[in-house]
């Protein structure tokens, strides 16, 4: 048994309360667009700053950090300086760190600096930049003003709009000491939408900016990071079986695209079926005139048709087994069907034609006309999970980073949505009314059918299999979700979490008094090498 259980919610550690995707928006250049306050802060011998930036702007000389306290304005200024050129001030010194001008995409800056050593450093994704010994033995004065979006020429004020930031900001964090690169290269691969995070906390968090009062068109926008709190992760969409199948089982909206035609995209999904016949499908999207438009399913193997024209390869998949499987499409380059992230079938497909927005798309049953005419012996039978369109064709690569080596539970990655692409999310099908027999399942109801364990619901103790933990070693977990941790031995661990429903996964590691301390984890998104730790998850 363990000997501690100590429960994080009295710290409070959940994503709403870090500004996570709470992004600054600047939409102008004016100086009308800022954050100004006093922080309260000390004299410093040491300091970091680091945040994500997305510059809308194309000219030069533009800054989004300033402290300024009585008879220097420019104690602390971080900012573009000729364009390329990202410069940090500290009082009278300054220096810059020549990079590739990168407009309208984020970019992740860090600027450090240490008193002792006097080394000051510019990071600019992960890596290091440009360093300067700068204001070696000296402190940062005390009790200044903070404006965010603009530079002070004096203490709050006489900002220039042609010094004025604009884009977007977002996880500004300021720490009374210098990050070393290895943590600073942690914060950068954590991700936009990551929880990176140090041993030490930042004494300015990004909570206390987003607290601010925001003047002129300044706005606080949500962000295109995935929900953690994601209400279909776990859930599988099931389908009766094969015995009871109806056309009345569907689930079925207009989608919007973000665009009139569509020249590319991908459909992704993992599959289950429970039927033994060999013409069933399991999406279809018709418009007017073209009740073909996409189909997904078998007609004796396994298919994918675009506008009326079809793809068959000589594969027709088992029942009672999952499958992750991709089919993808682009009409200068053609299709591919992937299987558990391999390429089985590609070719031409739909050369020069695009899908029209305006239809009807089905998740269940194959549509004779716009939103009907459905037919009892091509609906499908079996279970579907975390299926996503994107506006893309995807690559082998990306196909398989989806598949994630069988990793059922895996989600999108960050990158697909910030990017806005995907188009239809699993949990767009979730917030849809089911027709029919039609369930969204979790827990032992969708194991029974075959679904695997991702939400933590619904079990009852005396189910627990402790084969079915995944060890990870040199693997560690990193995200907003902790809920606690246990010292004491690994598998009284394993049954806290299990017997914890909101407990996912577990990173352990051994303490400076040579005790095991395993962390219990809400999600296991963000995966890191770490060669002290060992991380268990529960995957059956």
Known sequence: MFARLALLTLVGLVAGDVGHNKFLDFPSAT????????????????????????????????YWFSYAVSGSDNEIILGEGTKGQYVFYLGRESFGANVESQDNVWVHVCAAWDSDSGVATISVNGEAKGTKEMKKGGAITAGGNLVIGQEQDSVGGKFDANQAFVGRLYNINVWNYALNSTQVAFLYETGLCGYGTTEVEPFIPYLDILKQETAGELSIQDGNCPDLEDASDGKILRFP??????????????????????????????????????????????????????????????????????????????????????????????????????????????????????????????????????????????SLYNLNMFNLKLSDEEVAKLYGEGTFCERVPDNYWVSNNVIIAYKDLFAVKPAGDVTFDSGESAWRHGGMHCAGGDLDEDAHKPDCWKTEEKIKYKDSGSLGYIIGDVDAAKAACYAYEKCKTLTCGVTKTGETKCEMKETFEKAKKDKKKTSYTYRC
Request: with cysteine; glycine share 10%; aromatic share 14%.
């Open 31 to 62: 100086t009308a667009n800022y954050i100004s306050y006093n922080p309260e802060m000390p004299a410093l011998t040491g300091l970091t700053v680091c945040a994500w930036q997305q510059k809308t702007y194309t000219d030069d000389r533009r």
């Open 241 to 382: 079986p094969q015995s009871k199948v109806s056309t009345a089982n569907y689930l079925q909206f207009a989608p919007d695209f973000g665009a009139d035609t569509l020249g590319a995209f991908s459909i992704c999904t993992w599959f289950f079926k429970t039927y033994g016949d060999q013409a069933r499908y399991f999406l279809s999207y018709a418009v007017a005139g073209l009740d073909n438009s996409i189909i997904l399913g078998e007609q004796a193997t396994l298919g994918f048709w675009v506008s009326n024209e079809r793809m068959l390869t000589d594969i027709l998949l088992d029942q009672q087994t999952w499958y992750h499987l991709c089919f993808t499409w682009a009409s200068d380059s053609g299709a591919a069907i992937y299987v558990d992230g391999a390429k089985v079938k590609e070719g031409a497909l739909a050369s020069g034609k695009a899908v029209k927005k305006g239809g009807m798309l089905n998740i269940g049953q194959e549509q004779d006309s716009v939103g009907g005419r459905f037919d009892a012996n091509q609906a499908f039978a079996g």
